[in-house]
Structure formats: structure tokens, C-alpha cells
């Protein structure tokens, strides 16, 4: 046989290089690129060549587009590692083949979430050497990068690991250009009983674990615009909850797309029927719900109870220069609810609308991110500094986009490297 | 923190800002501590440099870093340059190179402090677009100029050459004209006698309209302003008291004693149509018409009057009041001791005429008979003058509600309180707590009749001369222009080109706008002579004068062009034909009064620095084109003419053939001041000589009182002039305000059609000084560029958004002619709706910070017939309408 | 140990800007930045219209939100009441700018020789200053300060680092008041240890009613307003200076 | 023995993180006077790789061969 042949027989399309994903790879690859150039221009030049500005005197946003994403980014993580850990403690083994992709979209995610804050940084370099060797727990900043970051994405990386070893040995049998690959990730797995034994308990306690600190770390994202008193707009109590509940959408939405695309990939039933589907569905508008909620509660009490400042950036917010974005994002994220509820009403559930809605609230959970990070900076000024205003500039687009593009291409070749839906147990031996 | 317990101190003296330590003990302990410092420093540098720290981007440029350490720090008493003020500075120098300019804490101008400009000029000084070498115009004037860079020697003979052509002719056709002079004695007397020049000043466009207003009236050289330390109720008259100074003191001085006198209690009255201009400091706002002065003026004498607040003594004893005037508004006269004639008064005892001045107390008031005619007291004239101007008359003109013209009034009187006296240094001296501060009041159509009668409201009370009352110059000296204008000489033509004595303009206070005007069209004003030559000196007539056309129609005609300035004027690009580079601050100047009056002060300007580039000090600037010229040596050349200003005699007199350095000129004039030399000046920067007694202060307490002037409250010599225009045929508009009283009429700029509905004014900024400072890129940051001030509902009419750009349109009353410049609204409700303000300084061209700063409103102010005052005097304010720039092709 | 702070006398205030421009040459920062900043503030409708300045320095308070959140320790307060920020250890994440209500905090978005106000590199001017940059360069600014000897003197010293007023630290432990102090020609602002009864704040304190901005965040400021009043939600600012860029 | 070693390692990740937190790190206080510095440099390190030993000790644990245990 040759070698071709064999390798069209790893399951889950592992190895086989078809002409679409090359072609996608390329677009991933191209994109990354235009975003290292950008990225060169603003290391070299300083971070003039961005729309950032000064608050204050300068009228600017000194916080823009990469902050912004930081938080998407580790907001998307949210929901995957929580599916998967759900999954395994509920034995909700019908989800099972979410598991796996899950796990690798919280990796991406918080891998491109560090690299946006470095983005972000004047002094990259020495930030990478300093925030080892000063960082000070006293910064909220400083749970984002020790946990978020370090800790969290170690974590992950652990679990995702673990839970792919089995499916590694599985291939390691068979012969095929990835096969050293599969040998090591499988680290000697052999599937025996006692080992799937011991697995199960080391994930379940993993998952265990991962559930409480991804809270804390969520909530010290929240923290670091929650607690700033100076900022009309940020200083709130519900920051927190409201950063960890929009992350669970973005992530929850994400994973609906991603599952989709999956699902139309394999050439086999893998089961991502529609039942889990309907069950990410239901997730989602869950938390829609309490999200919105969460929206109407602040909206109330910043327009209700508001300082005089507080009022003016939620003025510009409804009805100034931000509201464009303010209410595409509000219907962003509503439709979907709707859409969802009716759908959970009526036990009927289409895919296509799914999707739709996971790429919406995406949009919405951007344009909500922009929304906390800007105005409060450019309208949010306690002394009486003239309004300011904020516009990224196409480096801010570039890097942006070619972080995007990076986490796809990591999710693809992943793919192609190792089954994104986990393997049925076979049983034997 | 010893240093700062001392100033603490020093600060509730009233001594405001830093005293830094003596400059010796200074330079050594820094110097040794920084180089321990230093090379800590340097080490660490090293250390810390390097790629992941940044190093790359580190110190601003490494090789400053390197060189800095270890380095020689010390400090050089100058002063600051750029305005009239020049306020005493301490400069910092690092291994011979200045970084840092501070006030100079024992000049009395500053007390240690700066303004933005004087901070600003460590940026000018270092300015690579100044003019670095002398340069010679290699295309056709009237357009932007290219240029040769040439030798001194070159430069010099060119001029020289030119110069002398016309003097071999007439020397009066070479005019020597200054925007303003830092050493006058150096350069309009010694410069200009030495090569027997004609000269002419700014002065038509500052306040001299005013000037001449007290010169008449009182015999001073000066305007209104008051005794701060003593004036508990000041009228703020168009005083812009955060952006600008005052009469012979500038900014720094005028708040420094402001704020004490704020912090004693002093009420101030704001009347001005920008409230801007006072801020905070006005405890009233009595937002006027432009141009409508003269009318409250004369409501406020009224008042005072109806409300009976005269101080008789002083109106009967000082004053031409009791004076009797005719039935054909002559005064009486009695003959005299000789064949002389005396000014009658009228003798309650003897009931008749005697002369003034024979009697101790002659009637004030009254109408009598005499040789069958009637004769009124010239004070009576005056009530029945001023009895129709009420504040209901003044309102409609004025826009001040009748109402607040009475309380002004009555405050005024009763802050006056006449009759009481108060002892200063010994002396008890009439006390009237109350003032005005009246510094470019004159920059108006009807300026010096508006002043004249703002004096006499202060008359009234006595405030002139007392104490907390009216001051108007340095000294009691009476003025050489007071006797004269006791009879008005009228000539017929032909007229000097200034028009001197001319049935135009008898009091004339030499006008470039005029004189521009008359060279254009020499004949329509019976001139047979212009000027042909011009040495221009720090002066850029083409964008600090109003009326550029005009200006320019005026240069054309000039055949050589030598202009003296650090930067390329836009002066110097039209027109110049050779362009000498003056250093800034970097040259020895002065003497200059530092006297902030009450301590009597002189200082010089030191060197800080070799001047930069190719440029020269002025004084030797004129040392070498003297010497070119030929006049530099002997008997009535230039050494001679110093000599005799700087009344240098017998052992410190320059030798008359050796040229001297500008220093070796200066320590010869230090030690005729009982100095031990000019290096006196090098270590302290000025000589402070010690308090102003009252008796040189108060005009009361003068011997005589007043310096022997006799107050002026009525005019016969204007009427007189007047009468005698009128005869040579003069037109009503040059003669109609040569009245014995001030009297109001209506403005001709109020003429122009109503679709200009709005007056323009101009003024100053704190930021910026005339057209000198706008490319200096440290103050054009601080202040951007043009503006128009504009308020909220007059906006609002014309859909004009704050930050919109606008066109500024004049018209001109009396030729019809119209103007328009760009600029961007700024709204603001501290100025009058039918009011908007425009700051002068922008609308240069020449330097690249320029670029974009917008147009000045000189551009569309109109000078000549109407738009200037009786004697020459610029007025700055005409009728525009101002509209959307937008959708404009 | 010295407390030092700064008292601003509103009713002395001609806004004239001089602190402003003394600020920017003694501590050489670039275009565009105002450590000192003083607003023109105009209130109320025509004729009753109010106008105020208010000075506005770092306010360098006890209890600082930029040294709370600063990741790294860069931004920090010293025992003498200064926040001063460490130019060799901020990693420009600019989260103190954020934190702090009063916007005294600038970046330097680009390397500092490109926001210099004049080409300066001139052969004449050289031939003076040898080259340096600016030409009117600080040297005390080279010089590390305090027991901990951190760079933390005047400004335009690396791309992407923050910025503020230092209340003139290099003057300061010089024994001088800092540059905006000493030029101010009405003696509006007075520096000084507020523990020395004898000296001019501690005096101002017992004699004169005060009052600190946003007091209400918590920032405990050492930056003391005599006089005046604070800005309200009226206050509109005027006359702004050449910033936005 | 592996699931000592497990455990071990879960105590001490966690030891490491508080004493670098607590310890090691800026000293806490209201005053924001004088925690500029960590104790010890690198102290965040230190926390980081506590929590890395925390969930490193999962490995241990699963890929551990039992023949640890036989011995």
C-alpha cells in the first residue's frame, strides 16, 4: 500500500493536505504577514504610527483597537475550556465531540491575547523582562498576565494535553509522516484500563480545578477597568461578572461557528448533530440573557443615578459619536436572544441560524469591548478637557486582522496534525 | 530646604518668585556635586543602554549625553528682549551654552520672574531660520524676496553708498524708522543726528493719540494710570490686564502691583467690550460699544458734576477752570506786566476780571458782564457742555445701561474722597484713592478728545498727582510739546512728508499709515519731498501696521531698503534691498530704565553668548555703517552723538577717531555712573537705586506743583487751530474735532451700510507680542494662530460652529471699499454680541512656523481720512460682517 | 523627611501660561506636551459671563491610582510626596494614564528627537551647542535621583514611556523650586514642605480656606487651590493650546 | 509514591504562589509609599511557576509509569 492510502485512512481528515486548506492556510499565512509588517512599523517607529493618543490635552484614546481585543481574545478562551470541563464532570458524553475543539480554541485565543498586550506595549521587550522580574500583585494588571496568561494558558495546554493522548496513540499505530508527532503527544499512552481510569480521574480534577480560577481570572480582567475611579463609564461593580458572562457569549458563539465548519469539513459522521447544536444554542441564550440583563441594570444606573461625566459618556455612548456602534452591537446581540428563544420554544433548530447568531453576538461582544475600553477615555474626562475622539489607524486594523488570521491557522493546522473531534472508543485494546 | 524658607519670606515682602543664590558660590558647588553625579550617571547609562532597554531611543542624542559630563555650569545676568517691558533675566549656561533663561530676581520690572515670551526666547535665540549672514535682494522688490548671502563689508558699503547718494542731496529724504528701540540714545538720537536723518516711530499706532491728549492737558508725557499702591477704585478702561501691560510698565509689573492691590481690597471697574481681556479681575463688566469712550467719558463728568464730587482747590488753583472765556469762545485777556497778555479770571471782590494767578480764590462758577459782553468761567462752559451728556444720552450710545453709568459714577466720587490728604515720606499730599487706567484708550476715530475728557473726570475729583490717584509718566517733567500746544502752529504748503504743522493734522504724532499715504500721493497733501532711502529697525511695518495695501503703496516708492532684523521680515521680504542680521538677545544694549515706579532702577543687556551665526548687535551694527558712511569719527559723528547722549564727558568721553567695542562704550558710561565699570552690569544685571521719594512721584508735591503746568480743562488753542484750518481750507473732517471740550459725534464707521453689522477689534495676546513671536514655536504652540471671537447668539444668527472657518469682511465708510480675510471662529461669551475680536499677531509668512496661522486683522483695517484721530492716530476699529466660509467656491 | 506640596492661588492666576513654557524648557519635554497645563475657563451666558484659570500640574497625591496600578513599579511615590516615574523601568502599558483622573500623564509615542519644535540640526547651531538636542538640553536630567537613584528627571527620554510633571525632582533636590514656581510673575503657585510651619504652605493652610481636585476619587492630592473654585460641569475651556495631534 | 510526588507538587506550586504573592512580591500596604520594588526580583516569576508546578503536577500524576510504585 502506499503510503497515501494508509494516510487516507487516519480518521478526522489527519494528514490529508486538501486543496481548500492549503488555500486557506495561504490566505492565514499572507494576512499574519501584512500584520508583522505593520507591527515592525510601530516597534521601529513607536507607537505614533497608531490611532492612540493621549487622554486629557491630546484628546485621545490612549487605550484603542489591541486592548480592545486582548479582551475578546481571552473572553473567547472562556467558554471553550468551561465546555470542555462541563462536559467531562457531567459526563455529558453526547457533547463529547465539542470537547477537543474547545480545548484548542482556549489555547488560541489566549495565545493571541498575550500577543495583543505585548502589541500594546511602548516597550515590548522590556515588558517581557520586567513584568517577570517587577510585576507587582497590587496592579489588577498583574492577575491578568500571572493567571490570565501563565497560569491559565498553562493549564489549558495541560488539559488539552492530556485529553489528547489517547486519540494520539490511536494514530501512532498506524503509519504516516505525523507518526513521530502522535508518538510523542501519546508520551507511551497505552490505552489500558488502568490508564483510561487514572485518566478520567486526572481530567476530572483538572476540570475541577480550571472552573474557579477561570472565574477569578475573568473577573481580574473586569478588575482592570473596574476599579479605576477616574474613569466615568468603568468604575462598577458588575464589571467583573459582566466581563467573565460576555466572554461565555463570544466564547460560546465562536465555538458554534467553528463546530459548524467542522461538521461541514468531516467527511463522516462525527457526531456534531444537531442535538449539540441545539444544546450550544440553549448555552448561548442562557447567557445572552443574563447578559443583556446585566446591560439594562448599568445602562439604568449610569443614565439613572449617573455623575455629570458618568452621563456624558453614556450620552455619547446612546446617542453621540459612539452610538452607531453602541446599538449595532445592543442589535447584535438582541436578534440573537430573539432568534435563539424562538428556537428553544419551538425545539426546532437550524444550524445556518445558529451560526449566524455565534457570528453576530462575536460582532456585538467586539463592538461592547470598544465600547468599555473608548468613551471613557475620550469623553470620560473629570477636569473640563475638551471632548476628544479616537480612530484606529490600518497598523491597529493589520495586527488585529493578522492575529485573527494566526488563531485560524493554528486551529487548521491542528487539525491536520491531530483529530479536532475526539475518536469514539473503539474498546479494544 | 534653607533656599526655600528664604523665599517663603521673601514672598510675604511681597517680593514675588525665586531668588536665585549669588552666581559664584552657585556655579562651583554645582558644578563639582554634578560631576560626581555625572559620572554616576554616565555609568549608568552605559548599564542601562543597550537594545532591550531601549537604548536605541535613549537621551535625546547620545553625543549631547556624552559631552554633557562632566560639564561647567554658569549663570549671566541679561535681559529679556523681546517686548517693551525687558524684564531682567538670569541666564543658565551649560560649558558656554545658555539652556535656560529665568527672571532675574533684583530687577524691579520682574522680581525674578518671567512671561511666556521671555521663557520661549531660549527657542528664538537658537532658531535656525534666523538671518544668518547679510544678504542682498537679487530680484525686483514687491514680492518674495531670493536673496545673495554677502560679507559684512559688502552688505555695509552697499548701504552706505545708497545712503550717502541721498544725504550728499538732503539728509532728511533718508528715514530712519523703528517699530521699537532698546536703546534710544545709541540709536533715534546718536544714530540719527549722526547722519542727520529723518526718523519715525510707532507711536500713531500705540497710544500716542493719547500721548498727546495729557501732553495737552496736563503737560505729561504719558497716559492715564494709577498709584497701585494706593488706588482703591480702579476704571479698568480697555485695560487688558491678563494679555497686556499699560502705560511706561508692561505685563509683569501692572499684575504684580494688581494682584497686591486686589489682595489690599482695590475695586475694579472692566469696561471694555471683552471681558477676556480682565478675566477674573474685574469686580464689574461694563461691556461698551467700540469706539463709544468719549460718550461715557463725558456722562461720568456730568454726573460728577450733578452729584457735586469737584475738588474746588485744586480746579481753582491748578486748573484753567476759572479761567473766563468769551462769548466767541476765546478766553479774556488782560495785559500784563509789559506787553505781554494774561488769561483772566473773574475777582468775586472786586467783581471784575483780574489776571489768573493775582488772586488767592477767583470764582469758579458763574456768568458775568463784562465791556458789554458776557463772559463764563471756563468751568461754567463746561457744566453747560456736559449738562445734556446724561447717562440716558450716554446709554443709547454706549450700550452701558444709565443705571450702571450712575452707580460708576457715584462709586467713583464717592471713592475720591475729596478733601482728604495723607502723609507720604513726610509730606501731607491731597489723598483720592481712585483711578483710571486709560494705555491705548487712544487706539480710537476720536482717542484724543476720549482721553482729554477721561482726564478731566479725574480732574474733577483732583485725583491727577495725589496719592492712590492719576500718574501718567516717570517724572513731573512737563513735556516740550505742553507750550506749543497752547497756540497751534497751522502753516500752508508745501508740508513735510510726516505733515508737521500742516492744516491737516497741527498736533501730529508722526504716522506711518499717513506717511505711507502721503508718499503714494505726496501731491494731494501739498508735499513736494519723500523719503527715498529707509533703514528699517526692528520694525515690520508690512505685518504689524494696519492697512497693508496702503503700506505697500507707500514702499513702492522707496529707491533703497536697508532693514535691520534678526528674522527675514515680511518687511524685509518685499522690500528690502539689503538685509542686516541683528542678534537677539546676545549683544550688549541700553541703558534701560527698570524702574517699576516707586524704586528707580537701570540695567543693561549682557551678552549671554557670542551672538549666533553672522549677526551683530545693533550698536555695532551702526558702529560699522557709520563708519562706512562715514560719519563714525569727529566733531558730530556718531562717537560724538554718544557722547552726548549718554552725557559721556571729560575722562569717560570717547576719544572721537578710535572705534570702540560696544562693551569698552558701556564701561566708560558705568563708570560715569560711579560704577566701577561695566562688569558691575556683567555680575548684577542692574543698578537699583533705591525708592522714588514722594516728591518726585506726586504731582502735588512737586516744586512747583505739577512741574508749573497749568491744567487744561478748556481747550482755546484746538478751537483756535480749528478756526484757522477752516481759513486754509481744510475739510471738515480733519478739523471737526478740534474743539476746546471734548465732544461727542457720531463715528464714521458706523456709517458703513448695515449689512455690516458687526465692529471688529483687535488685541493682544499674553502669549504673543506685536508680530515678533508668532514663529517662535514654543509660544506658536501655546497660542495656535488667528481667531475670531465671537459671540454664542451672534454664532448662533449666522450658523457659525465653534472652530468653523469664517470670512471676515470690512467695508470702508468712506471710500466703499471692502475686505475680507479667512479665519475660524471662536465662540465665547465674555465679548458684546455686535462685537467680534481678533488677535493681531498672526498673518506672517516669511518663517515656516508660520505657515497656517491664519490672517491678521490688520489686513482689513483701513487707514486715512475716518479712520484715524484728529492728530494721526490710527483707529482700529471698523464695520465688518462675518459668514460661513464653507460652501464657498 | 520633607512633605513637599503645592498650593495654587486661584485669586492670583493670570493664566498667562509662563509655568507652562517653563515647564516644557526645564524639562525639555517635546511638542505637545503639558505636564503643567493651565485652563481657561469660561462659565454663564452673556453679560453675566465668569471667567477662571486653573493650573494644573501633576497633583501628585498620597494616594495615587497610576502608582496603584502600575504593573512594574515604574510609577511610584516617594517618601517625600513625589510620583515620579522610572523611565528605565516603565514598560509603556499606559494603564496609569488611565487611572488617573486628572490627564497629567504623556507617552512618548514616537522617539523624543522627533518632536523636537525646530530642525536643530544646524551647522551654526552646532557649531554652539555641539550638537545637542534640543540645543537648550537640561543636563541635570541625565542624572539619576532619590536614595534609589532612579532616572526619573525631566522628559523626552525614551519612545514608549510615560510621562508627567515631576514637580522639578532635579530642582528640587537642588534646593530650587520647580521651574513653573519660580517664573510665575504673580506668585500664584508656591512649592514647599507642608510639615515646616514656617514655610509658605503650611501658612497658606492655617490662614486660608482650600480646596483639592476630585477630592471625591480618594487621591488624597498634594496639589492644595486657594481662592476661586473648582471647575463645574459649566466650565467650558477656551482658548485651547496646539495639542491634538 | 506517584500520588505523593502528585500531591507534593500541588503543595508546593501553591506554597510558592502565596509566599511570592504575600512574601516575595511588593510589600502590601495602603500607602502606596515604598512598593514600587518586589522583595525579590523576579518574585512574579516565581508565582508563575507555582502555578505551573500546580498543574504540572497533573502529568506527574497521569504519566508517571506505575513501576514507580512497584518498587
Known amino acids: ?429 | ?889 | ?245 | 509514591m506517584r500520588k505523593r510526588l502528585t500531591i507534593g507538587m500541588i503543595v508546593v506550586g501553591i506554597a510558592l504562589m502565596a509566599i511570592s504573592y504575600f512574601v516575595l512580591s511588593a510589600p502590601w500596604g495602603v500607602e502606596s509609599v515604598a512598593n514600587s520594588n518586589p522583595r525579590m526580583q523576579f518574585a512574579p516569576l516565581v508565582f508563575v511557576v507555582g502555578v505551573m508546578m500546580t498543574f504540572g503536577s497533573a502529568l506527574v500524576y497521569e504519566m508517571l509509569p506505575d513501576r514507580f510504585d512497584r518498587d
Open chain 1, 1 to 429: 500500500m502506499s503510503t497515501a492510502t494508509q494516510e487516507a485512512r487516519l480518521p478526522r481528515g489527519v494528514g490529508r493536505l486538501t486543496r481548500g486548506w492549503t488555500i486557506f492556510i495561504l490566505a492565514m499565512v499572507a494576512i499574519s504577514a501584512l500584520g508583522w509588517i505593520a507591527y515592525i512599523r510601530e516597534f521601529t517607529q513607536g507607537m505614533t504610527v497608531t490611532g492612540m493618543r493621549n487622554v486629557g490635552t491630546m484628546g485621545g484614546a490612549t487605550w484603542g483597537l489591541y486592548i480592545t481585543f486582548v479582551v475578546y481574545f481571552v473572553g473567547v478562551s472562556f467558554a471553550g475550556i468551561t465546555i470542555a470541563a462541563v462536559i467531562r464532570l457531567f459526563k455529558l458524553d453526547h457533547l463529547r465531540p465539542l470537547a477537543r475543539m474547545a480545548e484548542v480554541l482556549t489555547v488560541v485565543s489566549l495565545i493571541l491575547g498575550a500577543i495583543a498586550i505585548v502589541a500594546d506595549l511602548g516597550q515590548p521587550l522590556r515588558g517581557m523582562i520586567n513584568l517577570f522580574r517587577y510585576a507587582r500583585p497590587q496592579s489588577p494588571f498583574f492577575g491578568t498576565f500571572t493567571l490570565v496568561i501563565s497560569g491559565y494558558l498553562f493549564a489549558s495546554l495541560v488539559y488539552l494535553w492530556l485529553t489528547s493522548r489517547r486519540d494520539a496513540a490511536v494514530l501512532a499505530q498506524r503509519p504516516s509522516r505525523l507518526r513521530w508527532i502522535h508518538k510523542i503527544v501519546a508520551a507511551g499512552y497505552t490505552d489500558t484500563p488502568a490508564e483510561r481510569e487514572r485518566h478520567s480521574k486526572t481530567t476530572f480534577w483538572l476540570a475541577i480545578s480550571i472552573l474557579p480560577m477561570l472565574v477569578v481570572a475573568h473577573s481580574t480582567l473586569g478588575f482592570v477597568f473596574g476599579l479605576q475611579v477616574g474613569r466615568p463609564g468603568w468604575y462598577s461593580a458588575l464589571q467583573a461578572p459582566a466581563f467573565v458572562v460576555l466572554a461565555g457569549v463570544s466564547g460560546t458563539g465562536v465555538l458554534i461557528v467553528l463546530a459548524a465548519i467542522v461538521r461541514k469539513m468531516m467527511v463522516r459522521d462525527v457526531g456534531l448533530n444537531l442535538q449539540v447544536f441545539a444544546w450550544l444554542g440553549r448555552f448561548l441564550m442562557l447567557l445572552l440573557f443574563v447578559y443583556v440583563y446585566f446591560m439594562v441594570t448599568e445602562l439604568l444606573t449610569s443614565t439613572y443615578a449617573g455623575s455629570e461625566r458618568e452621563l456624558q459618556v453614556t450620552r455619547e455612548m446612546l446617542w453621540g459619536e459612539y452610538s452607531w456602534i453602541f446599538w449595532s452591537a445592543v442589535i447584535m446581540l438582541v436578534i440573537p436572544l430573539l432568534g435563539l428563544t424562538i428556537q428553544a420554544i419551538r425545539r426546532s433548530w437550524s444550524i445556518p441560524w445558529l451560526v449566524v447568531s455565534g457570528i453576530a453576538v462575536n460582532l456585538g461582544a467586539i463592538g461592547k469591548r470598544y465600547l468599555i475600553a473608548v468613551p471613557s477615555q475620550t469623553h470620560g474626562q473629570l477636569l473640563p478637557y475638551v471632548d476628544g475622539s479616537y480612530t484606529p489607524t490600518w497598523v491597529e486594523f493589520a495586527v488585529v486582522a493578522s492575529l485573527l488570521a494566526f488563531g485560524a491557522l493554528v486551529i487548521g493546522v491542528f487539525m491536520k496534525v491531530l483529530p479536532i473531534v475526539e475518536l469514539e472508543e473503539t474498546g479494544h485494546a
Open chain 2, 1 to 889: 530646604m534653607a533656599c526655600e524658607q528664604e523665599e517663603a519670606r521673601g514672598r510675604r515682602n511681597g517680593a514675588l518668585g525665586v531668588v536665585p543664590p549669588p552666581i559664584g558660590r552657585w556655579a562651583l558647588k554645582l558644578t563639582r556635586r554634578r560631576f560626581i553625579q555625572g559620572s554616576a550617571a554616565a555609568g549608568a547609562a552605559i548599564a542601562g543602554s543597550g537594545f532591550l532597554f531601549g537604548g536605541l531611543d535613549s537621551i535625546v542624542r547620545s553625543p549631547a549625553a556624552k559631552s554633557q559630563l562632566p560639564f561647567v555650569e554658569d549663570f549671566i545676568p541679561t535681559m529679556c528682549w523681546v517686548g517693551k517691558q525687558d524684564c531682567g533675566m538670569m541666564a543658565r549656561r551649560i560649558d558656554g551654552r545658555v539652556v535656560k533663561f529665568e527672571g532675574l530676581a533684583g530687577n524691579p520690572r520682574n522680581a525674578g520672574t518671567l512671561c511666556p515670551k521671555g521663557q520661549a526666547q531660549i527657542g528664538a535665540i537658537y532658531d535656525p531660520n534666523r538671518v544668518k549672514t547679510p544678504l542682498i535682494r537679487t530680484n525686483p522688490k514687491g514680492t518674495t524676496g531670493r536673496w545673495r548671502e554677502v560679507s559684512w563689508n559688502e552688505a555695509l558699503a552697499l548701504t552706505a553708498e545708497k545712503v550717502n547718494e541721498v544725504r550728499a542731496r538732503s539728509p532728511k529724504m533718508v528715514l530712519w524708522q523703528k517699530g521699537r528701540s532698546k536703546a534710544e540714545k545709541f540709536y533715534d538720537d546718536a544714530f540719527v543726528n549722526a547722519i542727520g536723518s529723518s526718523k519715525l516711530g510707532h507711536g500713531a499706532y500705540c497710544s500716542d493719540a493719547g500721548y498727546r491728549a495729557l501732553e495737552y492737558t496736563i503737560g505729561l508725557h504719558g497716559v492715564q494710570h494709577p498709584d497701585m499702591r494706593s488706588t482703591n477704585y480702579l476704571l479698568a478702561w480697555g485695560w487688558n490686564i491678563t494679555n497686556a501691560g499699560g502705560n511706561k510698565f508692561c505685563w509683569i509689573t501692572w499684575p504684580q502691583q494688581l494682584v497686591a492691590a486686589r489682595e489690599r481690597g482695590m475695586k475694579v471697574v472692566h469696561i471694555d467690550p471683552r471681558l477676556r481681556s480682565a478675566g477674573p479681575f474685574a469686580d464689574t463688566w461694563l461691556p461698551i460699544k467700540p469706539g463709544t469712550d468719549l460718550a461715557l467719558a463725558l456722562a461720568l463728568c456730568q454726573q460728577l458734576i450733578e452729584m457735586g464730587y469737584l475738588d474746588r482747590p485744586y480746579l481753582t488753583t491748578y486748573t484753567n477752570a476759572p479761567h473766563l472765556v468769551g462769548d466767541d469762545g476765546l478766553i479774556l485777556r488782560l495785559p500784563g506786566e509789559g506787553d505781554e497778555m494774561v488769561e483772566a479770571v473773574w475777582d468775586p471782590a472786586s467783581a471784575g476780571p483780574v489776571r489768573a494767578g493775582s488772586i488767592e480764590s477767583p470764582a469758579l462758577e458763574g456768568t458775568f458782564e463784562h465791556a458789554g459782553g458776557s463772559c463764563r468761567t471756563a468751568f461754567e462752559v463746561f457744566k453747560a457742555h456736559v449738562v445734556g451728556y446724561t447717562p440716558e444720552w450716554a446709554a443709547d450710545i454706549t450700550g452701558i445701561a444709565a443705571g450702571d453709568i450712575r452707580t460708576i459714577a457715584r462709586d467713583f466720587g464717592d471713592h475720591a474722597m475729596i478733601g482728604s490728604t495723607m502723609v507720604v515720606d513726610g509730606i501731607e499730599i491731597p489723598y483720592r484713592p481712585v483711578s483710571i487706567m486709560s494705555y491705548h484708550m487712544a487706539q480710537q476715530e476720536l482717542g484724543f478728545q476720549a482721553l482729554r475728557a477721561m482726564t478731566i473726570v479725574t480732574m474733577l475729583v483732583g485725583a491727577v498727582g495725589a496719592v492712590g490717584g492719576v500718574m501718567s509718566d516717570f517724572t513731573w517733567k512737563i513735556h516740550k510739546n505742553y507750550e506749543p500746544f497752547g497756540d497751534l502752529r497751522v502753516d500752508d504748503p508745501p508740508y513735510d512728508f510726516t505733515l508737521k504743522n500742516s492744516k491737516f493734522f497741527p498736533i501730529n504724532t508722526g504716522f506711518p499709515g499717513m506717511v505711507a499715504k502721503v508718499m503714494a500721493d505726496p501731491g494731494r497733501y501739498g508735499v513736494e519731498e519723500i523719503p527715498e532711502v529707509a533703514i528699517l529697525h526692528m520694525v515690520n511695518p508690512m505685518a504689524s501696521f494696519p492697512d497693508r495695501k496702503q503700506i505697500m503703496e507707500g514702499y513702492d516708492k522707496f529707491k533703497f531698503v536697508a532693514v535691520i532684523s534678526p528674522w527675514l521680515s515680511e518687511t524685509a521680504d518685499y522690500y528690502a534691498d539689503v538685509v542686516l542680521p541683528s542678534a537677539t538677545i546676545e549683544k550688549y544694549e541700553g541703558p534701560i530704565n527698570a524702574s517699576d515706579g516707586y524704586i528707580d532702577a537701570t540695567a543693561l543687556r549682557i551678552p549671554p553668548m557670542e551672538p549666533l551665526f553672522e549677526s551683530r548687535g545693533e550698536i555695532d551694527i551702526y558702529l560699522d555703517l557709520t563708519e562706512a558712511i562715514g560719519t563714525l569719527f569727529g566733531e558730530g559723528g556718531y562717537l560724538d552723538e554718544i557722547n552726548k547722549g549718554l552725557t559721556l564727558e571729560g575722562e569717560f568721553a570717547l576719544p572721537l577717531y578710535v572705534k570702540p567695542t560696544v562693551r569698552e562704550i558701556f564701561d566708560r558710561w558705568a563708570r560715569s555712573q560711579g560704577l566701577e565699570g561695566v562688569s558691575y552690569f556683567e555680575e548684577h544685571g542692574v543698578q537699583v537705586k533705591g525708592p522714588i521719594a514722594a516728591d518726585k512721584r506726586y504731582g502735588y508735591a512737586v516744586d512747583p506743583p505739577f512741574g508749573g503746568a497749568l491744567h487744561r480743562l478748556y481747550g482755546e488753542s484746538l478751537l483756535v487751530a480749528q478756526r484757522t484750518m477752516r481759513d486754509k481750507g481744510a475739510e471738515e473732517i480733519y478739523w471737526q474735532d478740534y474743539t476746546a471740550l471734548p465732544t461727542w459725534r457720531q463715528l464714521t464707521f458706523d456709517r458703513s451700510p448695515p449689512e455690516y453689522d458687526l465692529t471688529l477689534i483687535s488685541y493682544k495676546q499674553i502669549e504673543h507680542k506685536q508680530s515678533r513671536t508668532s514663529f517662535v514655536p514654543l509660544l506658536a504652540e501655546l497660542s495656535p494662530g488667528s481667531r475670531v471671537d465671537i459671540n454664542p447668539s451672534t454664532a448662533a444668527a449666522r450658523a457659525i460652529g465653534h472652530g468653523d472657518p469664517v470670512w471676515v469682511e470690512s467695508q470702508n465708510a468712506i471710500t466703499g471699499e471692502t475686505r475680507r480675510i479667512e479665519s475660524v471662529a471662536a465662540i465665547t461669551s465674555s465679548i458684546r454680541p455686535d462685537t467680534v475680536g481678533m488677535p493681531h499677531h498672526f498673518g506672517l509668512w516669511t518663517h515656516p512656523v508660520n505657515r497656517g496661522q491664519g490672517a491678521s486683522p490688520n489686513e482689513i483695517f483701513y487707514t486715512g481720512e475716518g479712520y484715524m484721530g484728529q492728530t494721526a492716530d490710527q483707529s482700529f476699529h471698523v464695520k465688518v460682517r462675518v459668514y460661513p466660509a464653507r460652501g464657498e467656491g
Open chain 3, 1 to 245: 523627611m520633607a512633605k513637599y506640596a503645592m498650593a495654587v492661588d486661584l485669586d492670583r492666576c493670570q493664566g498667562c501660561r509662563a509655568c507652562m513654557e517653563a515647564c516644557k524648557i526645564e524639562n525639555n519635554t517635546v511638542q505637545s506636551v503639558f505636564w503643567m497645563y493651565v485652563f481657561r475657563l469660561e462659565s454663564g451666558e452673556y453679560p453675566d459671563t465668569k471667567m477662571s484659570f486653573l493650573p494644573r500640574p501633576c497633583q501628585h497625591c498620597d494616594n495615587a491610582p497610576c502608582v496603584k496600578v502600575c504593573p512594574v513599579g515604574a510609577r511610584y511615590k516617594r517618601q517625600d510626596g513625589l510620583v515620579l516615574t522610572d523611565f528605565e523601568r516603565c514598560i509603556g502599558c499606559r494603564y496609569c494614564e488611565l487611572a488617573c483622573p486628572y490627564g497629567v500623564n504623556y507617552f512618548n509615542w514616537t522617539k523624543p528627537e522627533r518632536r523636537q519644535y525646530l530642525d536643530f540640526d544646524d551647522p551654526g547651531i552646532a557649531a554652539v551647542t555641539g550638537g545637542v538636542l534640543p540645543p537648550y538640553q537640561n543636563p541635570d536630567l541625565a542624572v539619576k535621583h532619590g536614595e534609589e537613584q532612579r532616572l526619573t528627571a525631566g522628559g523626552g527620554h525614551f519612545k514608549g514611556v510615560m510621562e508627567k510633571c515631576t514637580f522639578c525632582v532635579h530642582r528640587v533636590e537642588k534646593g530650587l523650586q520647580p521651574a513653573c514656581v519660580a517664573t510665575c510673575p504673580v506668585g500664584a503657585l508656591v512649592f514647599g514642605d507642608v510639615e515646616d510651619e514656617s514655610g509658605e504652605v503650611a501658612r497658606m493652610l492655617r490662614d486660608r480656606a482650600h480646596f483639592r481636585l476630585l477630592e471625591e476619587a480618594g487621591t488624597r492630592p498634594s496639589v492644595m487651590y486657594f481662592g476661586g473654585a473648582p471647575p463645574t460641569g459649566d466650565s467650558k475651556e477656551i482658548e485651547t493650546v496646539k495639542a491634538r495631534v
